[in-house]
């Protein structure tokens, strides 16, 4: 295997030419540069932040193809479809395709012609002699979560994936995903057979999603409310039954809204037309189980409801995930209610992997009941120590009022320390309100200084304190090892540097809500214009309006009104083949729009 583009000089040419880029994302350009030095590579970055780019751009720079490993044939048809819309050949393998389709697609994988070849890990038996014939350049580990039974979506398919790296020992691997907890990545790198692999954590934040939790009275109207504000916008619906899906599509249809459900429970034919109709704007809501959304690449997506709470925190940062993914404002929703924890408790005890699946639904019910910034908590549960307000959620626009929780934190820490770590979170409180149970003295746990430090605080209180430091990132729980609270570096700031702690004020009833806000993005004329346009375009071609252009290339064609086709390649997004297709009449609807503005305003003096 030959790599004959290795500088961030020479890739750029590239990333402008075939998909419209002027610059890369965070860490895309680590991820890419390792992989093309041949290292493994396991790369954790959010929905949005550009995993495809990490192994799109290095199969056009090196020689041969890169086998891409991906769970859902509607995924790997999304981005072939993309793929080709910017003149890269591609090509998807999966069971519903014809044999001549098929055929067709082996005779161009052994004549090397593609650089990129789709396949799910259920079809990857099918290939392994043609494997050992071609060119390889990389194997690309797409949702490598599904490989991990500690993580959210395990798929016993791709556990064969790990002897890829025996049988292929000199072609680099790379593994990619949204959501990986640092067990989960662990897992992820020993079951690939990638010990030594390059981690690259790009940032969890999302910034442009406004997160908020309300409680679950009354959902179905406050879901009309919410949707009421937002005419034309697309969104999803998360829930937990198919009943609900049904009913709440159905309540949506009867005040006026295009909506339509999607489960497990309908025929393929028909989830795939809802998925379609979904895809390409006909329907602008979905509500749905969780079996939606993986295979969806759609950009334009402001905002995401989750009627039930999720059973675990990657779960819910993978769906809210799927709105904004062009980087506009979008708002989530979710909410909590004891009678969904209830039923997620049910569901888990019937499970393989009940300890972990039950310690990670409390991290989740943690993040709905947090006092504090929302996103802090959101990623310091994925290892990421942010400690500045976010100003785009709930709490930060509704705070609670807090109080000197220095002393406080630092007894609970002491207490964490001098039970070496090894400890969950019921016995930490426990000790510090000296409790006198069995567990306590088989332990020998009531000699230890901090017995009793915090006998003032209720059970459950002092419970709700733990719990904040957990969202703060002061504290963490190893799942993989019986759910223990452990002390971070921001803990040791606070024991031995005197850093400042604030805690919420606990109270009893939760205040009112206030109006929520809104984040959506300004609709102007020509906005209007050219997303009509893109449709019409989208609905001849066949393909998804976001294959012809996002949301975010739109609105900066709005900005830059080019009028030329150099000013128009300016526009991101914009590479080589779009230039070609679209410019001419792209940049006529913007003459038009520009020319009629011009004259109403001559009109008018």
């Given amino acids: 295997m030959t790599s004959v583009t290795t500088t961030h000089q020479d890739l750029l040419p590239l990333l402008k030419t075939h998909f419209g880029y002027d610059s890369f994302l965070p860490n895309q350009l680590a991820v890419i540069e390792d992989v093309l030095s041949k290292k493994d590579v396991l790369a954790i970055m959010p929905t949005g932040g550009g995993k495809s780019l990490c192994f799109q751009l290095p199969a056009l720079a090196m020689e041969g193809t890169t086998i891409v490993v991906s769970p859902l044939i509607a995924l790997m048809k999304d981005q072939v479809d993309v793929l080709r819309a910017n003149g890269i050949v591609a090509a998807y393998y999966n069971s519903s395709q014809s044999p001549e389709t098929q055929q067709e697609i082996f005779q161009q994988l052994k004549k090397g012609e593609l650089k990129l070849f789709y396949v799910a890990p259920e079809s990857l038996g099918s290939f392994g002699s043609i494997f050992k014939e071609i060119e390889i350049s990389l194997f690309a580990i797409d949702e490598a979560h599904c490989i991990s039974s500690w993580g959210h979506d395990f798929r016993p398919a791709y556990t064969q994936l790990g002897s890829l790296k025996e049988r292929f020992p000199e072609i680099p691997v790379l593994a990619l995903t949204a959501t990986a907890d640092k067990t989960t990545q662990d897992d992820i790198a020993d079951q690939l057979a990638i010990p030594y692999a390059e981690r690259h954590l790009a940032s969890f934040n999302r910034p442009n999603l406004y997160l908020e939790v309300r409680p679950a009275q009354n959902r179905i109207k406050q879901i009309v409310d919410f949707i009421g504000h937002r005419p034309d916008e ?27 459900a999607y489960h497990a429970g309908m025929s393929t034919q028909e989830r795939t037309q809802t998925q379609e109709d979904f895809v390409n704007d006909r329907i602008p809501i979905i509500v749905a189980t969780i079996a939606f959304g993986m295979g969806i690449d759609k950009s334009n997506v402001r905002w995401v409801i989750h009627y039930n709470l999720p059973k675990n925190v990657e779960g819910y940062y993978q769906e809210i995930g799927r709105s904004g ?81 220095t002393l406080m934190t630092q007894k609970i820490c002491s207490a964490v320390a001098r039970l070496k770590e090894s400890e969950p979170m019921g016995t930490v409180v426990d000790v510090l309100r000296g409790a006198q149970n069995a567990n306590i003295y088989e332990k020998g746990l009531q000699s230890i200084k901090t017995y009793g430090a915090v006998k003032d605080v209720s059970w459950q209180d002092l419970q709700q304190y733990v719990i904040q430091l957990l969202n703060q990132g002061v504290l963490e729980i190893n799942f993989r090892e019986g759910s223990r609270i452990a002390l971070t570096p921001l803990a040791k700031q606070i024991l031995f540097e005197r850093k400042k702690v604030q805690l919420a004020i606990l109270v009893k009833e939760k205040p009112k809500t206030k109006r929520e806000r809104r984040a959506t993005i300004e609709k102007t004329e020509l906005f209007e214009k050219l997303r009509a346009l893109r449709y019409q375009i989208a609905t001849k071609e066949n393909v998804p309006a976001y294959v012809v252009f996002g949301d975010a290339s739109l609105k900066d064609m709005e900005a830059k009104l080019p009028a030329n086709e150099h000013e128009f390649l300016e526009v991101s997004g914009v590479g080589k083949a779009k230039l070609e297709k679209y410019a001419a009449v792209f940049l006529k609807a913007i003459a038009e729009h520009q020319a009629s503005m011009k004259h109403e305003t001559f009109a008018h003096k």
């Fill in 234 to 260: 697309s969104g999803i619906i998360y829930c937990l039954s198919r009943k609900n899906t049904e009913k709440i599509a159905e309540r949506l249809r009867d005040s006026g809204f295009s909506a339509k």
């Fill in 325 to 405: 993914r062009d980087g506009l404002p979008a708002h989530t929703l979710l909410f909590y209610s004891f009678g969904d924890v209830a039923q997620l408790r049910r569901f888990i005890s019937e499970s393989d992997n009940a300890e972990v699946e039950y310690a990670k639904l409390e991290r989740m019910q943690q993040f709905a009941e947090a006092l504090s910034c929302r996103r802090i908590a959101l990623l310091n549960y994925f290892g990421e120590n942010l400690t500045e307000n976010c100003g785009n959620c709930d709490i930060c626009n509704r705070p609670p009022k807090y109080f000197d929780g």
